[in-house]
């Protein structure tokens, strides 16, 4: 399978504990997103990568949140000190430069803060 | 107001019919315009881009009205595999980096 992977693909953790959600996109693209997704609602951007380089972070992304991609490759998401208000689907995607900018989407990893 | 506006429906239909789905977006400076399909606790596939000409594929048409920043996506001959919530995209800046998306609109196709 050549498209977005993610892992975990659910992930149960008490308040207050931190979470780590890994993606690896499909292997030719630079560019990297994470988004989050509430029941009823559209994705909601959270940051982007091109290449290591993390370019855009959106105000969603509060001080306990961390995104990197060390190598240009995977990204890692953190979430520290879980909130309930932080359960979600976190969705990861990726395209290539250029063009209409069309991004591919994994299966996400779905976060339940109890 | 939301950047990208879209019925939530549910739009109930028989098999075979004809739906329209709309949307508009506020942030005129978009460049480019998306449809997604999403199934129940899935992601978000990409049904199709949408160009400024209009575009077809298929049973699926999209057209693009930028002056009165509006959407539009028309299937045809509904099947039951159709039913699934259909999101609205446009790229929320220059660059193409931030996509937003609308709530969605929610198809049930019964046989």
């Known amino acids: 399978d050549t498209g977005v992977s993610q892992d975990p693909r659910h992930k149960i953790t008490k308040r207050g504990q931190n979470v780590t959600f890994r993606c690896d996109p499909i292997?030719?693209?630079?560019?990297l997103y994470w988004y989050r997704q509430t029941l009823g609602q559209g994705p909601e951007f959270l940051t982007y990568?091109?290449?290591?380089?993390?370019?855009?972070k959106s105000r969603l992304l509060s001080d306990r949140f961390s995104a990197e991609r060390p190598k240009g490759s995977f990204s890692t998401l953190e979430i520290q000190r879980t909130e309930q208000g932080d359960s979600a689907m976190y969705l990861c995607?990726?395209?290539?430069?250029?063009?209409?900018?069309?991004?591919?989407f994994g299966p996400g990893t779905r976060l339940t803060v109890t | 107001r939301k950047e990208v506006e879209q019925d939530p429906g549910p739009f109930n239909v028989p098999e075979g019919a004809t739906v329209a789905f709309n949307c508009t977006y506020s942030?005129?400076?978009?460049?480019?315009f998306f449809w997604y399909r999403q199934d129940c606790r899935k992601e978000p596939k990409l049904l199709m881009s949408?160009?400024?000409s209009g575009n077809e594929d298929g049973r699926f048409t999209a057209q693009l009205n930028r002056a009165s920043q509006y959407i539009s996506l028309l299937i045809r001959d509904s099947k039951l595999s159709d039913s699934a919530t259909y999101l609205c995209?446009?790229?929320?800046?220059?660059?193409?980096?931030?996509?937003?998306f609308g709530t969605g609109t929610r198809l049930l196709v019964s046989p």
């Open positions: 995607a990726s395209s290539l430069g250029g063009g209409r900018g069309e991004q591919y």
């Open positions: 942030n005129s400076a978009s460049q480019s």
């Open positions: 990568f091109q290449n290591e380089a993390q370019l855009e």
């Open positions: 292997s030719e693209h630079n560019r």
């Open positions: 949408v160009y400024s």
């Open positions: 995209v446009v790229n929320g800046n220059t660059g193409f980096q931030k996509l937003v």
